[in-house]
C-alpha cells in the first residue's frame, strides 16, 4: 500500500511537472509571437522627433536657470527656482540617458553609445560605463539577490519575504530593521545620488582606469562651475549642486523604486524570462504627468519585457502584453502614482516586521 502511494504521488508530480513545463514552453513561444508581432508593427523604431524634443527641452531647462539669474540677480526666490529647474534637468537628462544605455533610439549601436556618454557624462557628471554595468545586471535579473546590484542594500535594508527572515534567523541586527521604513525616509531618497552614486562612480572610474568616461564627467563639472561660480562663488556653486543632487536624488529613488520594491525579491529561482520580468515589476497608472514624470518608466513591465523599444511606443504594446498576462493568468500589475510610493513604504514595513519576529522568535 505504501509502494502504491509512493508510486501514485511520483506519478502525480511528474504529470504536474510536464504541464508546467508545457504552460512555459507556451508562454515562451507566446512571447516570441509577441515580440514579432511588435516588431512587424514597427514598435522598436524609434521617432527622431520625439527623442530631439526631449534633449531640447532639457538644453532649454538648462538655458533657463542662466537666464534667470543673469536676469534677476541670486536672491531667494530665483535661487529657489533655478534650484528646482536644475534638478528637473538633471532628472530627466537620467531618462534621456537611459534611452541611449538601451540602444533605443538608433538603429546605430556606436551613435546610441556615443550619444549615452554624451548625455550622462557631459550632461550630468556620471559614467556610462558605470551604468551599463550596474543597470544590464538588473535586467537580465532583476529583483534576483546577488545577481541584481538593485537590491544590495549593503546590510542597510532587508527586502522581500526571504532575506528578513533569513537576517533574524542569524540574528543579524546591523541596524533596527523593524524601524526601516522610517529611516529610509532619511538615508535613502536623500543620499543616494549625491554620496553613494557619487563615490561609487568615481571610485568605478579610477579604478577601471576608465579615463574616457572621467574626461565626459570632468567637462559637466567644468561648464557647471564656468556658469554659476560667477553667481555664487564657489562654495556657493558647490552648495548649490548638492541641494540640486538631493532633490533628483529623490526623484530618482521614487521612480525606479515603486516599481520593483513591492514586488518579489528573492534569491534565484530559474524562470522563464517573462514570467521573472513580471514578477518583479509593476506599473504606474498612465497620463501625461505620469509619463513625463517617469520618463515611461511607468511601464516597467513594457520596458523590461521590452528593453530596446522606445519608450514612446510602449502603450501601443502595453494592450497586447495584459492579453499574454491574461492567457496565462500571469498578474500585470497597474498603480497610482501615490499608491505605488506608498507601496514602497508599506513593503519595507512589511519586510522589517518579518526580520523582527524571526529575529525574537526563531
Known amino acids: 500500500l505504501t509502494l502504491t502511494w509512493l508510486s501514485l504521488s511520483l506519478s502525480c508530480l511528474a504529470l504536474t511537472s510536464a504541464i508546467a513545463s508545457n504552460g512555459q514552453r507556451e508562454l515562451v513561444e507566446d512571447f516570441q509571437r509577441l515580440r514579432a508581432t511588435a516588431e512587424t508593427m514597427g514598435l522598436f523604431r524609434a521617432s527622431a522627433s520625439f527623442f530631439s524634443l526631449y534633449l531640447g527641452h532639457i538644453i532649454l531647462l538648462e538655458a533657463l536657470a542662466w537666464g534667470l539669474l543673469a536676469f534677476f540677480g541670486t536672491g531667494w526666490v530665483p535661487t529657489v527656482l533655478v534650484t528646482i529647474i536644475l534638478a528637473t ?9 537611459h534611452d541611449f544605455g538601451h540602444l533605443s533610439v538608433f538603429r546605430s549601436s556606436r551613435w546610441n553609445h556615443l550619444l549615452h556618454k554624451f548625455i550622462i557624462g557631459h550632461l550630468k557628471g556620471a559614467s556610462g560605463s558605470w551604468w ?44 533596527p530593521y523593524n524601524q526601516q521604513h522610517k529611516y529610509f525616509f532619511l538615508i535613502g531618497p536623500p543620499l543616494l545620488i549625491p554620496v553613494y552614486f557619487h563615490l ?12 574616457v568616461d572621467l574626461a565626459w564627467s570632468v567637462t559637466y563639472y567644468i561648464r557647471y562651475f564656468l556658469t554659476y561660480t560667477p553667481f555664487y562663488g564657489l562654495l556657493g556653486a558647490m552648495a548649490l549642486i ?6 533628483e536624488s529623490h526623484w530618482f529613488v521614487w521612480v525606479t523604486q515603486m516599481n520593483h520594491i513591492p514586488m518579489d525579491i528573492d534569491h534565484e529561482k530559474h524562470k522563464d524570462w517573462t514570467t521573472m520580468q513580471l514578477e518583479a515589476t509593476c506599473n504606474v497608472d498612465q497620463s501625461l504627468f505620469n509619463d513625463w514624470f517617469s520618463g515611461h518608466l511607468n511601464f516597467q513591465i513594457e520596458h523590461h519585457l521590452f528593453p530596446t523599444m522606445p519608450r514612446h511606443n510602449y502603450h501601443k504594446v ?38 523582527l519576529d524571526a529575529y525574537l522568535h526563531k
Open 89 to 97: 534637468s538633471q532628472a530627466q537628462a537620467g531618462w534621456l540617458q
Open 132 to 175: 551599463n554595468h550596474r543597470h544590464f545586471q538588473h535586467h537580465a535579473k532583476p529583483n534576483v539577490f546577488r545577481k541584481d546590484p538593485d537590491v544590495n542594500m549593503l546590510h542597510v535594508f532587508v527586502l522581500g519575504r526571504t532575506q528578513p527572515v533569513e537576517y533574524g534567523v542569524k540574528k543579524m541586527k546591523i541596524l
Open 200 to 211: 561609487q562612480i568615481i571610485n568605478t572610474m579610477i579604478k577601471r582606469r576608465d579615463w
Open 242 to 247: 548638492f541641494v540640486v543632487r538631493v532633490i
Open 318 to 355: 502595453s494592450p497586447l502584453v495584459k492579453s499574454l498576462c491574461s492567457k496565462h493568468g500571469l498578474d500585470y500589475q497597474s498603480k497610482t502614482l501615490i499608491t505605488a510610493c506608498v507601496d514602497v513604504v508599506r513593503s519595507l514595513r512589511a519586510s522589517g516586521q518579518l526580520w
